[in-house]
Protein backbone atom coordinates (compact mmCIF):
# COMPACT_ATOMS: atom_id res chain seq x y z
CA UNK A 1 0.00 0.00 0.00
CA UNK A 2 1.74 3.53 -1.31
CA UNK A 3 1.51 5.95 1.31
CA UNK A 4 -0.95 9.07 0.70
CA UNK A 5 -2.92 6.97 -1.65
CA UNK A 6 -6.78 6.14 -0.99
CA UNK A 7 -9.84 5.69 -2.69
CA UNK A 8 -13.02 7.18 -0.69
CA UNK A 9 -16.03 5.52 -2.25
CA UNK A 10 -19.69 6.39 -1.95
CA UNK A 11 -19.44 9.70 0.07
CA UNK A 12 -21.65 12.65 -0.64
CA UNK A 13 -19.38 15.07 -1.54
CA UNK A 14 -18.99 18.87 -1.21
CA UNK A 15 -17.71 19.77 -4.66
CA UNK A 16 -17.43 23.09 -5.86
CA UNK A 17 -20.46 22.41 -7.83
CA UNK A 18 -22.37 21.11 -5.15
CA UNK A 19 -22.90 18.16 -2.93
CA UNK A 20 -22.24 14.86 -5.37
CA UNK A 21 -22.60 11.10 -4.34
CA UNK A 22 -19.36 9.69 -6.01
CA UNK A 23 -15.64 8.73 -5.65
CA UNK A 24 -12.52 10.75 -5.00
CA UNK A 25 -9.08 9.09 -5.49
CA UNK A 26 -5.80 10.73 -3.67
CA UNK A 27 -2.46 9.39 -5.10
CA UNK A 28 0.77 10.35 -3.54
CA UNK A 29 -1.04 13.35 -1.85
CA UNK A 30 -2.69 15.03 -4.69
CA UNK A 31 -6.56 14.39 -5.62
CA UNK A 32 -6.05 12.53 -8.76
CA UNK A 33 -9.80 11.46 -9.65
CA UNK A 34 -13.02 12.51 -8.76
CA UNK A 35 -16.23 10.57 -9.92
CA UNK A 36 -19.80 11.35 -9.72
CA UNK A 37 -21.07 7.93 -10.20
CA UNK A 38 -20.77 6.10 -6.62
CA UNK A 39 -18.95 3.28 -6.99
CA UNK A 40 -17.33 3.52 -10.19
CA UNK A 41 -13.69 3.71 -9.30
CA UNK A 42 -11.83 0.37 -9.31
CA UNK A 43 -9.75 -0.40 -6.24
CA UNK A 44 -5.86 -0.49 -6.84
CA UNK A 45 -3.74 -3.03 -4.81
CA UNK A 46 -1.74 -0.15 -3.88
CA UNK A 47 -4.44 2.41 -2.23
CA UNK A 48 -6.54 2.00 1.11
CA UNK A 49 -9.86 1.73 0.20
CA UNK A 50 -12.79 3.29 2.63
CA UNK A 51 -16.57 2.87 1.85
CA UNK A 52 -17.99 5.93 2.94
CA UNK A 53 -21.50 5.38 2.16
CA UNK A 54 -23.63 7.89 4.78
CA UNK A 55 -20.66 10.18 5.44
CA UNK A 56 -20.22 13.89 3.99
CA UNK A 57 -16.79 14.32 2.48
CA UNK A 58 -15.42 17.99 2.58
CA UNK A 59 -12.21 19.37 1.96
CA UNK A 60 -10.01 19.99 4.44
CA UNK A 61 -10.79 22.81 7.04
CA UNK A 62 -8.37 25.54 7.32
CA UNK A 63 -8.22 27.38 10.53
CA UNK A 64 -6.79 31.20 9.94
CA UNK A 65 -6.38 32.04 14.26
CA UNK A 66 -5.32 29.71 16.68
CA UNK A 67 -2.86 30.32 19.55
CA UNK A 68 -1.04 27.09 20.13
CA UNK A 69 1.58 29.01 22.57
CA UNK A 70 4.59 26.89 21.78
CA UNK A 71 6.63 28.74 22.65
CA UNK A 72 6.06 29.47 26.45
CA UNK A 73 3.17 28.17 27.85
CA UNK A 74 3.10 24.24 27.19
CA UNK A 75 0.70 23.98 30.47
CA UNK A 76 -1.67 25.53 28.10
CA UNK A 77 -1.10 23.58 24.79
CA UNK A 78 2.08 23.19 22.47
CA UNK A 79 2.32 22.57 18.85
CA UNK A 80 1.65 18.97 19.01
CA UNK A 81 -1.56 19.34 21.32
CA UNK A 82 -2.45 21.80 19.07
CA UNK A 83 -2.08 20.29 15.86
CA UNK A 84 -4.21 16.75 17.45
CA UNK A 85 -7.05 18.75 18.45
CA UNK A 86 -7.28 20.21 15.02
CA UNK A 87 -6.77 16.96 13.36
CA UNK A 88 -9.70 15.70 15.81
CA UNK A 89 -12.04 18.76 14.53
CA UNK A 90 -11.58 17.95 10.70
CA UNK A 91 -9.14 20.63 10.54
CA UNK A 92 -6.06 20.06 8.01
CA UNK A 93 -4.42 23.53 8.38
CA UNK A 94 -3.95 25.82 10.51
CA UNK A 95 -2.19 29.85 10.94
CA UNK A 96 -0.79 30.64 14.37
CA UNK A 97 -0.45 33.93 16.02
CA UNK A 98 2.84 35.27 17.51
CA UNK A 99 1.76 36.32 21.24
CA UNK A 100 4.37 33.97 22.81
CA UNK A 101 6.65 34.07 25.22
CA UNK A 102 8.97 35.36 23.91
CA UNK A 103 6.99 36.74 20.89
CA UNK A 104 7.50 35.82 17.76
CA UNK A 105 8.68 38.95 16.16
CA UNK A 106 11.88 38.16 14.30
CA UNK A 107 12.27 36.43 10.97
CA UNK A 108 14.58 33.84 13.33
CA UNK A 109 11.76 32.99 15.83
CA UNK A 110 9.16 32.28 12.85
CA UNK A 111 11.72 29.55 11.40
CA UNK A 112 12.12 28.14 14.57
CA UNK A 113 8.28 27.55 15.00
CA UNK A 114 8.16 26.30 11.41
CA UNK A 115 11.08 24.04 12.59
CA UNK A 116 9.08 22.66 15.60
CA UNK A 117 5.83 22.14 13.83
CA UNK A 118 7.37 19.96 11.20
CA UNK A 119 8.89 17.89 13.90
CA UNK A 120 6.02 17.81 16.16
CA UNK A 121 2.45 18.58 14.02
CA UNK A 122 0.48 16.47 12.30
CA UNK A 123 -1.39 18.81 9.99
CA UNK A 124 0.09 21.86 7.68
CA UNK A 125 0.71 24.69 8.98
CA UNK A 126 1.48 28.33 8.90
CA UNK A 127 2.70 31.17 11.17
CA UNK A 128 1.92 35.44 11.54
CA UNK A 129 5.19 37.37 12.47
CA UNK A 130 4.11 40.21 15.44
CA UNK A 131 4.32 44.00 14.75
CA UNK A 132 5.92 45.61 17.20
CA UNK A 133 6.58 49.89 17.04
CA UNK A 134 9.97 49.08 15.78
CA UNK A 135 10.36 45.57 14.09
CA UNK A 136 9.18 46.94 10.09
CA UNK A 137 13.09 45.15 9.13
CA UNK A 138 12.17 41.95 10.20
CA UNK A 139 8.45 42.09 8.80
CA UNK A 140 10.45 42.77 5.85
CA UNK A 141 12.54 39.89 5.68
CA UNK A 142 9.17 38.00 6.31
CA UNK A 143 7.33 39.11 3.95
CA UNK A 144 9.32 41.95 1.38
CA UNK A 145 8.59 45.31 1.05
CA UNK A 146 5.80 47.09 -1.46
CA UNK A 147 6.02 45.74 -5.05
CA UNK A 148 8.46 43.25 -3.37
CA UNK A 149 6.21 40.69 -1.74
CA UNK A 150 8.06 37.79 -0.96
CA UNK A 151 6.64 34.31 -0.18
CA UNK A 152 8.67 31.90 2.26
CA UNK A 153 6.74 28.68 3.25
CA UNK A 154 5.13 28.80 6.58
CA UNK A 155 4.53 32.30 6.78
CA UNK A 156 1.64 33.90 6.11
CA UNK A 157 1.32 37.29 6.79
CA UNK A 158 1.92 39.98 9.86
CA UNK A 159 -0.01 40.33 12.93
CA UNK A 160 -0.95 44.04 14.69
CA UNK A 161 -2.46 43.67 18.26
CA UNK A 162 -4.26 47.44 17.86
CA UNK A 163 -5.49 46.30 21.49
CA UNK A 164 -3.60 44.97 24.92
CA UNK A 165 -1.56 42.22 24.34
CA UNK A 166 1.03 40.68 25.97
CA UNK A 167 4.69 41.61 25.48
CA UNK A 168 5.80 44.03 23.23
CA UNK A 169 3.00 43.45 20.59
CA UNK A 170 0.83 46.22 21.26
CA UNK A 171 0.90 48.80 18.36
CA UNK A 172 -1.11 51.72 18.50
CA UNK A 173 0.06 54.28 17.70
CA UNK A 174 -1.01 56.10 14.67
CA UNK A 175 2.61 57.08 13.18
CA UNK A 176 3.82 53.38 14.30
CA UNK A 177 0.99 51.86 12.27
CA UNK A 178 1.28 54.24 8.96
CA UNK A 179 4.85 52.93 9.13
CA UNK A 180 4.40 49.43 8.53
CA UNK A 181 1.32 49.58 6.39
CA UNK A 182 3.59 52.06 4.06
CA UNK A 183 6.72 50.02 4.34
CA UNK A 184 5.77 45.97 3.88
CA UNK A 185 3.69 44.17 1.13
CA UNK A 186 1.71 41.00 2.56
CA UNK A 187 -1.29 40.37 4.55
CA UNK A 188 -1.96 42.79 7.53
CA UNK A 189 -4.23 41.18 9.95
CA UNK A 190 -5.42 43.07 13.09
CA UNK A 191 -7.03 42.60 16.30
CA UNK A 192 -9.07 45.61 15.97
CA UNK A 193 -9.83 47.23 18.98
CA UNK A 194 -9.06 50.99 20.80
CA UNK A 195 -6.61 51.07 23.57
CA UNK A 196 -6.51 54.41 24.74
CA UNK A 197 -10.46 54.51 24.52
CA UNK A 198 -10.76 50.51 26.66
CA UNK A 199 -8.02 52.22 29.07
CA UNK A 200 -9.87 55.38 29.88
CA UNK A 201 -13.29 53.32 30.38
CA UNK A 202 -11.84 51.00 32.59
CA UNK A 203 -11.69 53.12 35.30
CA UNK A 204 -15.49 53.14 35.45
CA UNK A 205 -15.65 49.40 35.21
CA UNK A 206 -13.12 47.92 37.28
CA UNK A 207 -14.49 47.47 40.50
CA UNK A 208 -17.45 45.12 39.28
CA UNK A 209 -17.65 41.43 39.02
CA UNK A 210 -19.93 40.89 36.86
CA UNK A 211 -19.37 39.05 33.27
CA UNK A 212 -21.75 41.37 31.87
CA UNK A 213 -19.03 44.48 32.34
CA UNK A 214 -16.50 43.14 30.09
CA UNK A 215 -18.62 43.84 26.61
CA UNK A 216 -19.71 47.13 28.16
CA UNK A 217 -16.22 48.26 29.31
CA UNK A 218 -14.47 46.85 25.59
CA UNK A 219 -17.97 47.94 23.25
CA UNK A 220 -18.88 48.10 19.94
CA UNK A 221 -17.21 51.32 19.51
CA UNK A 222 -14.11 50.29 20.99
CA UNK A 223 -14.02 47.57 17.84
CA UNK A 224 -15.05 49.77 15.42
CA UNK A 225 -12.48 52.81 15.83
CA UNK A 226 -9.52 50.52 15.01
CA UNK A 227 -11.62 49.12 12.46
CA UNK A 228 -11.92 52.33 11.09
CA UNK A 229 -7.96 53.11 11.61
CA UNK A 230 -6.69 49.91 10.31
CA UNK A 231 -9.07 50.06 6.84
CA UNK A 232 -8.17 53.66 6.22
CA UNK A 233 -4.54 52.73 6.52
CA UNK A 234 -5.25 50.08 4.04
CA UNK A 235 -7.16 52.21 1.34
CA UNK A 236 -4.30 54.83 1.80
CA UNK A 237 -1.48 52.70 1.01
CA UNK A 238 -3.25 50.33 -0.98
CA UNK A 239 -1.96 47.60 1.35
CA UNK A 240 -4.10 43.99 1.94
CA UNK A 241 -5.84 43.79 5.38
CA UNK A 242 -7.47 41.13 7.00
CA UNK A 243 -9.71 41.49 10.24
CA UNK A 244 -9.54 39.32 12.71
CA UNK A 245 -12.58 37.83 15.07
CA UNK A 246 -15.20 40.39 13.74
CA UNK A 247 -17.80 40.97 16.46
CA UNK A 248 -20.37 43.75 16.57
CA UNK A 249 -23.15 44.81 14.24
CA UNK A 250 -21.78 48.09 13.76
CA UNK A 251 -18.48 46.84 12.71
CA UNK A 252 -19.95 44.41 10.48
CA UNK A 253 -22.97 46.93 8.69
CA UNK A 254 -19.68 49.68 7.98
CA UNK A 255 -17.02 47.32 6.73
CA UNK A 256 -20.05 46.06 3.86
CA UNK A 257 -19.54 49.53 2.65
CA UNK A 258 -15.56 48.89 2.36
CA UNK A 259 -15.44 44.96 1.19
CA UNK A 260 -15.60 45.01 -2.49
CA UNK A 261 -14.60 42.49 -5.50
CA UNK A 262 -10.71 44.03 -5.45
CA UNK A 263 -9.99 41.68 -2.32
CA UNK A 264 -8.25 44.20 -0.53
CA UNK A 265 -10.02 44.04 2.57
CA UNK A 266 -11.25 40.98 4.27
CA UNK A 267 -12.54 39.96 7.41
CA UNK A 268 -13.78 36.64 9.78
CA UNK A 269 -16.08 35.79 12.33
CA UNK A 270 -15.81 33.25 15.10
CA UNK A 271 -18.35 30.02 15.50
CA UNK A 272 -18.40 31.57 19.29
CA UNK A 273 -20.11 34.84 18.09
CA UNK A 274 -22.61 32.74 15.96
CA UNK A 275 -23.60 30.62 18.62
CA UNK A 276 -23.47 32.60 22.19
CA UNK A 277 -24.51 36.00 23.01
CA UNK A 278 -24.73 38.00 26.24
CA UNK A 279 -27.36 35.53 27.76
CA UNK A 280 -24.62 32.41 27.59
CA UNK A 281 -21.97 34.58 28.83
CA UNK A 282 -23.96 35.43 31.81
CA UNK A 283 -25.18 31.63 32.75
CA UNK A 284 -21.77 30.23 31.94
CA UNK A 285 -19.59 32.74 33.08
CA UNK A 286 -15.89 33.54 32.70
CA UNK A 287 -15.60 30.20 30.36
CA UNK A 288 -17.17 32.31 27.60
CA UNK A 289 -14.53 35.51 28.61
CA UNK A 290 -12.26 36.65 24.91
CA UNK A 291 -11.18 39.54 23.52
CA UNK A 292 -13.19 41.09 21.55
CA UNK A 293 -16.05 39.64 23.75
CA UNK A 294 -19.00 37.97 22.93
CA UNK A 295 -22.26 40.42 22.16
CA UNK A 296 -25.73 40.49 22.06
CA UNK A 297 -28.71 38.95 20.05
CA UNK A 298 -28.75 41.72 17.50
CA UNK A 299 -24.93 41.23 17.07
CA UNK A 300 -25.36 37.65 16.71
CA UNK A 301 -28.00 38.34 14.59
CA UNK A 302 -25.98 41.00 12.04
CA UNK A 303 -22.95 38.95 12.02
CA UNK A 304 -25.25 35.74 10.48
CA UNK A 305 -26.55 38.51 8.31
CA UNK A 306 -23.05 39.99 6.80
CA UNK A 307 -21.53 36.31 6.61
CA UNK A 308 -24.61 35.28 4.65
CA UNK A 309 -24.38 38.40 2.13
CA UNK A 310 -20.60 37.70 1.39
CA UNK A 311 -19.20 40.50 3.40
CA UNK A 312 -17.25 38.19 5.84
CA UNK A 313 -15.56 36.10 3.88
CA UNK A 314 -14.16 33.05 6.88
CA UNK A 315 -14.53 30.88 9.91
CA UNK A 316 -11.86 30.89 12.45
CA UNK A 317 -11.46 29.83 16.15
CA UNK A 318 -9.36 31.91 17.51
CA UNK A 319 -8.48 28.70 19.48
CA UNK A 320 -6.97 30.45 22.72
CA UNK A 321 -6.67 28.20 25.26
CA UNK A 322 -6.38 28.66 28.90
CA UNK A 323 -6.48 26.79 32.09
CA UNK A 324 -9.33 26.11 34.24
CA UNK A 325 -7.96 27.41 37.41
CA UNK A 326 -7.29 30.49 35.60
CA UNK A 327 -10.52 30.80 34.04
CA UNK A 328 -12.02 30.36 37.93
CA UNK A 329 -10.27 33.88 38.80
CA UNK A 330 -13.77 35.85 37.80
CA UNK A 331 -13.80 39.26 36.04
CA UNK A 332 -11.58 41.27 35.27
CA UNK A 333 -9.03 38.69 36.33
CA UNK A 334 -9.89 35.50 34.37
CA UNK A 335 -7.84 35.54 31.05
CA UNK A 336 -9.54 35.75 27.91
CA UNK A 337 -9.65 33.08 25.65
CA UNK A 338 -10.96 29.57 24.80
CA UNK A 339 -10.33 26.37 22.66
CA UNK A 340 -11.95 25.98 19.71
CA UNK A 341 -10.38 23.88 16.97
CA UNK A 342 -11.82 20.60 18.52
CA UNK A 343 -15.44 21.84 17.59
CA UNK A 344 -15.75 24.70 15.06
CA UNK A 345 -16.80 21.87 11.89
CA UNK A 346 -19.32 20.68 14.31
CA UNK A 347 -20.78 23.53 15.77
CA UNK A 348 -20.91 25.21 11.81
CA UNK A 349 -22.65 21.84 10.46
CA UNK A 350 -25.49 21.80 13.06
CA UNK A 351 -26.23 25.01 12.14
CA UNK A 352 -26.61 23.54 8.95
CA UNK A 353 -28.73 21.01 10.19
CA UNK A 354 -30.59 23.59 11.98
CA UNK A 355 -31.15 25.68 8.73
CA UNK A 356 -29.42 28.74 9.49
CA UNK A 357 -26.91 27.80 6.35
CA UNK A 358 -26.13 25.18 3.72
CA UNK A 359 -23.24 22.48 4.24
CA UNK A 360 -21.76 24.01 1.07
CA UNK A 361 -22.07 27.63 2.62
CA UNK A 362 -20.06 25.63 5.82
CA UNK A 363 -17.33 24.74 2.97
CA UNK A 364 -16.92 27.98 1.55
CA UNK A 365 -16.60 29.86 4.78
CA UNK A 366 -13.95 27.29 6.55
CA UNK A 367 -11.91 25.85 3.72
CA UNK A 368 -12.69 27.79 0.38
CA UNK A 369 -12.86 30.96 1.38
CA UNK A 370 -9.81 30.75 3.46
CA UNK A 371 -7.40 29.39 1.11
CA UNK A 372 -8.58 31.93 -1.21
CA UNK A 373 -8.47 34.91 1.87
CA UNK A 374 -4.54 33.82 2.17
CA UNK A 375 -3.64 33.03 -1.60
CA UNK A 376 -2.63 29.18 -0.13
CA UNK A 377 -1.69 26.51 -3.36
CA UNK A 378 -3.46 23.64 -3.54
CA UNK A 379 -5.78 23.79 -0.56
CA UNK A 380 -9.59 24.49 -0.08
CA UNK A 381 -11.60 22.53 -2.78
CA UNK A 382 -12.14 18.80 -3.82
CA UNK A 383 -10.78 18.75 -7.41
CA UNK A 384 -8.53 17.01 -9.19
CA UNK A 385 -5.04 18.43 -8.77
CA UNK A 386 -5.41 20.02 -5.24
CA UNK A 387 -4.08 18.30 -2.18
CA UNK A 388 -4.86 15.47 -0.33
CA UNK A 389 -6.62 17.43 2.85
CA UNK A 390 -10.11 15.83 3.40
CA UNK A 391 -12.38 15.12 6.44
CA UNK A 392 -15.20 12.38 6.51
CA UNK A 393 -18.24 13.51 8.60
CA UNK A 394 -20.89 12.07 10.07
CA UNK A 395 -24.27 14.52 9.70
CA UNK A 396 -26.68 11.19 11.10
CA UNK A 397 -25.16 11.04 14.47
CA UNK A 398 -25.21 13.53 17.78
CA UNK A 399 -22.44 13.42 20.33
CA UNK A 400 -22.48 15.56 23.33
CA UNK A 401 -19.56 17.81 23.69
CA UNK A 402 -18.00 16.60 27.25
CA UNK A 403 -14.67 18.09 28.63
CA UNK A 404 -13.07 14.69 28.84
CA UNK A 405 -12.72 14.32 25.59
CA UNK A 406 -10.72 16.92 24.59
CA UNK A 407 -7.50 16.77 22.34
CA UNK A 408 -6.22 20.16 23.70
CA UNK A 409 -4.16 20.57 26.87
CA UNK A 410 -6.24 22.37 29.03
CA UNK A 411 -8.76 19.39 28.80
CA UNK A 412 -12.10 21.43 28.53
CA UNK A 413 -14.63 22.79 25.61
CA UNK A 414 -16.82 26.29 25.78
CA UNK A 415 -19.72 24.37 24.01
CA UNK A 416 -19.65 21.28 27.01
CA UNK A 417 -23.15 19.95 27.07
CA UNK A 418 -24.15 20.96 23.57
CA UNK A 419 -25.42 17.91 21.09
CA UNK A 420 -23.86 18.42 18.03
CA UNK A 421 -23.46 16.81 14.85
CA UNK A 422 -21.14 16.72 11.91
CA UNK A 423 -18.26 15.29 13.74
CA UNK A 424 -15.74 13.84 11.54
CA UNK A 425 -15.00 10.70 11.45
CA UNK A 426 -11.84 10.24 9.62
CA UNK A 427 -9.30 13.00 9.06
CA UNK A 428 -6.74 13.29 6.15
CA UNK A 429 -3.36 15.17 5.69
CA UNK A 430 -1.88 14.68 2.15
CA UNK A 431 -3.96 11.52 1.53
CA UNK A 432 -2.32 10.04 4.54
CA UNK A 433 -5.73 9.42 7.50
CA UNK A 434 -4.34 11.26 10.78
CA UNK A 435 -7.11 10.59 12.78
CA UNK A 436 -10.44 8.79 13.33
CA UNK A 437 -13.51 8.79 14.99
CA UNK A 438 -15.89 5.61 15.36
CA UNK A 439 -17.47 3.06 18.07
CA UNK A 440 -14.57 1.54 18.71
CA UNK A 441 -12.32 4.44 19.43
CA UNK A 442 -15.35 5.96 21.15
CA UNK A 443 -16.35 10.24 20.72
CA UNK A 444 -12.94 11.41 21.75
CA UNK A 445 -11.61 9.94 18.73
CA UNK A 446 -7.77 8.32 18.28
CA UNK A 447 -4.89 10.01 16.50
CA UNK A 448 -3.20 7.17 13.81
CA UNK A 449 0.01 8.39 13.36
CA UNK A 450 3.21 10.12 14.85
CA UNK A 451 4.22 13.39 15.52
CA UNK A 452 5.81 15.00 12.47
CA UNK A 453 4.86 12.40 10.75
CA UNK A 454 2.38 14.21 8.27
CA UNK A 455 1.67 17.88 7.46
CA UNK A 456 4.04 20.89 5.92
CA UNK A 457 4.52 24.69 5.92
CA UNK A 458 1.39 26.18 4.02
CA UNK A 459 3.08 27.62 0.56
CA UNK A 460 1.03 31.35 0.28
CA UNK A 461 1.48 33.46 -2.95
CA UNK A 462 2.70 36.52 -2.21
CA UNK A 463 0.92 39.89 -1.80
CA UNK A 464 2.62 43.38 -2.84
Known amino acids: MTKGSVLISGATMALPSGLIHGDLRIVNGVITEISTTAGSLVVKPEERFIAADGFHLLPGIIDPQV ?4 PGQPEKEDLQSGSAAAASGGVTSFLDMPNNKPSAVTLESIMDKITTAGNKCITHHGFFIGATPTNVSELQKAVGKPDMGISIPGICG ?9 GDLLVNELHHLDNIFSSTAGLIAVHAEDEKRMIE ?3 TFKHRTDMAAHAEWRDDICALNATKTAVNLALKHQHRLHV ?5 AIEADWLSEKIDSSGLISTETLPQHLTFAEEEVMEVGTRLKMNPPIRSTEDRRVLWQRLLDGTIACIATDHAPHTLEGKTLGWPNAPSGMPGVETSLPVMLTHARDGKCTIEQVVNWMSTNVAQTYQMVGKGKLEEGMDGDVVLVDMSAEIIVKD ?4 SKVGW ?6 NLVGWPVLTIVDGVSVFERNSETGPRGEILVEAGEVGRPLIMMPWN
Open 413 to 418: NPFAGQ
Open 404 to 407: ENSW
Open 158 to 166: IKIFMGAST
Open 201 to 203: RFE
Open 67 to 70: HFRE
Open 244 to 248: LHLTS
